[in-house]
């Protein structure tokens, strides 16, 4: 059976499976866990990415998983674009501009279900036919607090900077002109300069 792995981080494997054409993200065994507790905690963190995938495919462009055969393994279908983290800076400033307002309007629909995503980078988004699929949502969770959704743009904010550093603060602006149809997005702003200053007094 032909399979590549994609990407291998700390917690899971991201395998693309050509003969399929699927995408299997398999949690890793921890050998330094008591097995059943292992088993546990990983078979809790699949069924809960599960859903917040499930949940976002109705919501916005995200891979939507098929049901569950192994706990520690979702395969859903694979995505044949290219991660925007390697993208993004080669078009003209206009069209990252159009992308990063769309990437805006994207985090406020799942804001809106009081969806957070958790790891919002461009290495968690793929561009296919002008489309942003949003991808990887192991660290994201349900929350209402103002306080977790502006710490979800935060992180974006740290991640357009690291990456695409050039434009990135006319990029970021983009992304709140999106997100401002949102209509809790004037109080996430505003506590989004606080997470900000926070951040500042820890360097």
Same mark, same amino acid.
């Given at each position: 059976?032909?399979? /590549? ?7 899971? /494997? ?6 399929k ?7 890793i /065994? ?33 891979? *939507? ?29 206009? *069209?990252q ?19 957070i ?36 743009l ?32 004037? /109080? ?16």
């Open positions: 059976m032909p399979q /590549k792995i994609l990407q291998q981080g700390a917690e899971a /494997k991201i395998i693309f499976d050509e003969s054409n699927i995408v299997i993200k398999d949690r /065994k921890k050998s330094y866990r008591i097995r059943e507790l292992d088993d546990k905690i990983r078979k809790s963190r699949t069924k809960k990415e599960i859903k917040l995938l499930e949940k976002a495919s109705q919501i916005i462009n995200a891979p *939507k998983p098929f049901p569950l055969k192994e706990f520690n393994r979702i395969e859903m279908p694979f995505i044949e674009g290219k991660k925007l983290s390697e993208t993004l800076d080669s078009f003209p400033l206009e *069209k501009k159009e992308i990063c307002k769309k990437i805006g309007e994207e985090i406020a629909k799942l804001h809106m279900e009081d969806m995503h958790g790891d919002l980078t461009t290495s968690n988004m793929i561009l296919k036919d002008d489309k942003i699929f949003f991808v990887d949502f192991g660290l994201g969770y349900i929350s209402k607090k103002i306080e977790d959704k502006a710490v979800d935060h992180l974006l904010k740290q991640a357009l900077e690291a990456r695409h550093f050039k434009n990135w603060e006319v990029l970021f602006n983009e992304v709140l002109n999106g997100y401002e149809d949102y209509e809790e997005s004037k /109080k996430i702003l505003e506590r989004l300069k606080l997470v900000e200053k926070r951040g500042r007094y820890k360097h």
